[in-house]
């Protein structure tokens, strides 16, 4: 007896169009990974999206003339799009010390790739590199930080509610990956503006206000009358 032969299911259709969005292929505003400005990426000539299950895929590149960086996305209607490389937050680090940059680098480089519970510990040594590096002690980072803050401008509002950020933790926390368990996307990138505040009072104030007082002193002696 001959068995019928089932019937295969028809393949999901692959199709060169975004059905369900703009003709032209979805709009792909994002930070360019190589350059780091802020533009609406451009399609290449030629180089159609593709509709693949209800998601598009496709490529875009930097429309920088000096850079035109390589950008893939994948989207679906309503729900934005997901780059690749992804998309780095952006922190001033003139002044910072090699040493700081690295560990405040790698945890940039987890929160681009949604790893939160690794970028919650490298924004935690971040924050000790700091201590260490301004000779700030205390038996935890909480209150070396408050030590630190005796040394630099640090407003007294933001000093109270570091508290709330539990990747500051206690010192076992570095050795207890467990401790970070809870740690989202919110909190890693709070703690990410924390930082951002520490490293400014810590390396780029002094610098500005020693730029401020260079230009008040060349003001100075651009009044004075020439030496006889």
């Known amino acids: 007896m001959r068995r ?8 999901d259709p692959v199709a060169t169009s975004t059905e369900g969005l703009a003709l032209a292929g979805p709009r792909v505003t994002a930070r360019c990974p190589a350059c780091h400005h802020e533009a609406v990426f451009e399609r290449f000539e030629d180089v ?14 930097c429309p920088n003339p000096d850079c035109n960086a390589h950008l893939f996305f994948i989207g679906k209607e309503k729900q934005g799009v997901t780059t690749f490389p992804p998309q780095r937050l952006v922190i001033e680090t003139e002044g910072v010390p090699d040493q700081v940059l690295a560990f405040l680098n790698e945890a ?8 939160y519970t690794a970028a919650a510990i490298m924004l935690r040594r971040t924050l000790e590199e700091i201590c260490a590096d301004r000779q700030a002690r205390g038996p935890t980072l909480e209150n070396r930080i408050r ?10 509002k933001l000093l109270q509610g570091m508290s709330a950020l539990r990747l500051l933790g206690t010192d076992k926390a570095r050795s207890d990956l467990a401790h970070f368990g809870a740690n989202d996307k919110e909190e890693v990138e709070a703690g990410i503006a924390f930082t951002r505040e520490i490293l400014k009072a810590a390396y780029q104030y002094e610098k500005l206000v020693d ?3 260079s230009l008040a002193k060349s003001r100075e002696n651009a009044k004075k009358p020439p030496a006889s």
Do not use: F, T
């Open 48 to 61: 159609k999206d593709l509709l693949y299950r209800g998601v598009v895929h496709g490529q875009r590149r």
């Open 4 to 11: 019928k032969k089932k019937e295969q299911a028809p393949a």
């Open 108 to 115: 940039i480089e987890c929160h681009a790739n949604r790893c």
């Open 211 to 213: 730029k401020l007082s």
């Open 147 to 156: 030590a630190l803050a005796s040394e630099i401008v640090i407003p007294e």
